[in-house]
């Protein structure tokens, strides 16, 4: 089992940044993927950013590629999600994810943190 519980959301106004984090417990995290989700309301939630188990690979979709950097600390058992330069389309509710499967694949996700809200005014 894996327990995750992010940190770090909060209300910002379009071009600003915030650092959301990830803190882990549990047996054998550094072997996971990790990743974020998001979901705005009345979308369907969508994988924002993963890394694979070793760090050594990277996935981001499309929006947010050159303005979000996902980075992990195995040391800390930490997750991080450095958005910059953000658009009031990235206001949603954000979710650490770990899971054993391929890590851009949303379906390979277990273990869910309880979200943490991002909110970009204009």
């Known amino acids: 089992q894996v327990q995750l519980v992010e940190s770090g959301g909060g209300l910002v106004q379009a071009g600003g940044s915030l650092r959301l984090s990830c803190a882990a417990s549990?047996?054998?995290?550094?072997?996971?993927?990790v990743g974020w989700f998001r979901q705005a309301p009345g979308k369907e939630r969508e994988l924002v950013a993963a890394?694979?188990?070793?760090?050594?690979?990277?996935y981001y979709v499309d929006s947010v590629k050159g303005r979000f950097t996902i980075s992990r600390d195995k040391s800390r058992n930490s997750v991080y999600l450095q958005m910059n330069s953000l658009k009031p389309e990235d206001t949603a509710v954000y979710y650490c994810?770990?899971?054993?499967?391929?890590?851009?694949?949303?379906?390979?996700?277990?273990?869910w943190g309880q979200g943490t809200q991002v909110t970009v005014s204009s």
């Open positions: 994810v770990a899971g054993l499967g391929y890590y851009s694949d949303p379906d390979g996700y277990d273990y």
């Open positions: 549990g047996r054998a995290f550094s072997s996971y993927a």
């Open positions: 890394h694979n188990w070793s760090g050594g690979a990277t």
